[in-house]
Nanobody
Framework: EVQLVESGGGSVQAGGSLRLSCAAS????????RGWFRQAPGKEREGVAE???????TYTDSVKGRFAISRDIAANTMYLDMNSLKPEDTAIYYC???????????????WGQGIQVTVSS
């Protein structure tokens, strides 16, 4: 059984920092892409950052220069370091693993349960 478990969320004031972790089990540590997504109240889920199986990273424009995605192969864990947080970063953050091409588009096969991040002004 594949499990992705997020941790590290919470409440912080604007300008602060948080580190999210996503511990994976049931899937190999290498050879697959991982990603972080978020969904704010009343909004659609959006991609925040991805780390591909070759190690390349991508970020949505709104977090470039503030967030950093990384992974620890030995621990089979992915991280999202979030700095200079803004109130608009408030959302439920989800980690995802194993990116597949299905139905004409790329989708992630496995998802975590989500973790709340709240940034106050």
């Amino acid at each position: 059984e594949v499990q992705l478990v997020e941790s590290g969320g919470g409440s912080v004031q604007a300008g602060g920092s948080l580190r999210l972790s996503c511990a994976a089990s049931g899937i190999t540590s290498t050879g697959n892409s991982r990603g972080w997504f978020r969904q704010a109240p009343g909004k659609e889920r959006e991609g925040v950052a991805e780390i591909r199986r070759d190690g390349t990273t991508t970020y949505t424009d709104s977090v470039k220069g503030r967030f950093a995605i990384s992974r620890d192969i030995a621990a089979n864990t992915m991280y999202l370091d979030m700095n200079s947080l803004k109130p608009e970063d408030t959302a439920i953050y989800y980690c995802a693993a194993v990116r597949e091409y299905r139905g004409g588009k790329y989708e992630y096969k496995y998802w975590g349960q989500g973790i709340q991040v709240t940034v106050s002004s």
